[in-house]
């Protein structure tokens, strides 16, 4: 893997070929959005792909692989990171990477102004889906959600955390995308479009050729080794995530807890249909089950 100037950024070609071998925002950055979905990536990957390494490679097989979570600590996960200020913008890296290319302190101090002007938050958000932007609304209207207490945090119906791994694995132009959603609510009230999700999901996870699971990292190595005939040279390890240090610190009221679940039902759902195809899949392999 060649590395480029930026760390986040390197060059992953096939050997002895200058065809992409893996495309991530490691390696080709955030073509089709940040953090995109399977229905994003779908025709995003190619076309981009397309652009990257010409037509030549037109007809080649991608191999589709991404990571599971426990829902419940990954709905807090993601709370925890808004909290301290992430957000799913690319606006920030252009005021560095423009105002240290300007020589004129004058000039800078311009050009710096105009771009924060540019960089107020607006009220609604864009996602790929069906190749147009859909646009939904915002929790928040600031240029971050700082500090946001949990409560604030669960009480926001269009708050993309709500059933994300359901959401990213379905395929969203069935249901004419974002449209589809009523209100936006993305607890996903309606019990025919929740169960018209999951099983857009699990058809979509069954086809993927391979998914980890963030709690068996033994067990995804292996099977990621005997799916792909490739070797790790180091072992993967399972470290304690800030989630859960968390959850050691600061005791969560049960009812929150129930809440989360109720409001992530699709996730839930998911999640355990994900865990009995995960560990059939090692079995297939011949890899042992993890002792739980």
């Known amino acids: 893997m060649q590395k480029r100037s930026n760390w986040h950024h390197s060059s992953c070609k096939h050997p002895g070929k200058n065809s992409t071998w893996l495309f991530s925002r490691y390696t080709v950055g955030w073509p089709c959005g940040v953090h995109p979905d399977w229905t994003a990536l779908k025709d995003c990957a190619r076309r981009k792909l397309r652009s990257l390494d010409g037509p030549s490679y037109e007809g080649r097989k991608l191999f589709h692989v991404t990571t599971l979570r426990d829902p419940i600590d990954r709905f807090l996960s993601e709370w925890r990171h808004v909290q301290r200020g992430a957000t799913w913008s690319r606006k920030g890296s252009f ?3 423009r105002s240290s290319l300007i020589s004129s302190p004058k000039i800078r101090l311009e050009l710096v102004l105009v771009i924060k ?9 864009h996602l790929l889906c069906d190749s147009r932007r859909n646009t939904i609304p915002q929790c928040y209207q600031t240029e971050k959600w700082l500090g946001v207490e949990l409560e604030d945090f669960m009480a926001c119906e269009t708050n993309m955390a709500f059933n994300r791994q359901t959401r990213m694995i379905a395929d969203l132009e069935s249901i004419g995308c974002y449209e589809g959603f009523k209100n936006y609510d993305m607890r996903v009230p309606d019990q025919n479009l929740g169960r018209h999700l999951l099983e857009s999901a699990k ?4 086809n993927i050729d391979f998914f980890s699971m963030l709690e068996y990292q033994k067990e995804s190595q292996q099977l990621f080794e005997a799916t792909f005939r490739l070797k790790f040279s180091e072992d993967w390890e399972y470290h304690k995530t800030k989630t859960e ?6 005791e969560i009221p049960d009812d929150i807890i129930e809440r989360i679940k109720s409001d992530n039902a699709l996730d839930v759902e998911f999640y355990d249909f994900a865990k009995q195809l995960f560990f059939k899949r090692i079995s297939e392999k011949r890899i042992p089950l993890p002792q739980e």
């Open 117 to 125: 002007k540019c960089m107020i938050p607006k009220q609604r958000q």
């Open 95 to 97: 005021k560095r990477e």
């Open 245 to 250: 240090r968390f959850k050691d610190d600061v």
């Open 203 to 206: 058809r979509n996870l069954e």
